[in-house]
């Protein structure tokens, strides 16, 4: 029999765990804002992204990509059309 290839190390799902305990008990804080986490899928990502940085067998982002991707083709969209504003002088009426 085969075995299946783990996608998320042991050390990853421990830090998903430890991040979701933190969260039940109202203690985890997201990064930017510092304020307390709520949601299931966020205090999720917390953890995988703690993963992450610590070099732990984690898949990587799927939106990271196409957001990128995404990104690139406004960039591209940007530098390649160029728009120019007519000014248009408005004549102002002289009272005598």
Do not use: C, F, H, N
């Not at 990064?31 to 986490?37: A, E």
């Not at 953890?47 to 990128?68: F, I, M, Y």
């Not at 995404?70 to 591209?76: E, F, N, Q, T, V």
């Amino acid at each position: 029999m085969a075995r299946k290839i783990r996608k998320y190390s042991k050390g990853a799902s421990k830090d998903v765990e430890r991040a979701m305990k933190k969260r039940k008990a109202g203690t985890l804080k997201s990064g930017g804002s510092g304020r307390k986490v709520k949601s299931r899928k966020q205090a999720i990502a917390i953890g995988l992204s703690e993963a992450r940085r610590e070099g732990k067998k984690v898949p990587p982002k799927k939106s990271a990509k196409s957001s990128a991707k995404k990104s690139a083709k406004k960039a591209s969209k940007k530098s390649t059309k160029k728009t120019t504003k007519k000014t248009t002088k408005k004549k102002s009426k002289k009272k005598s």
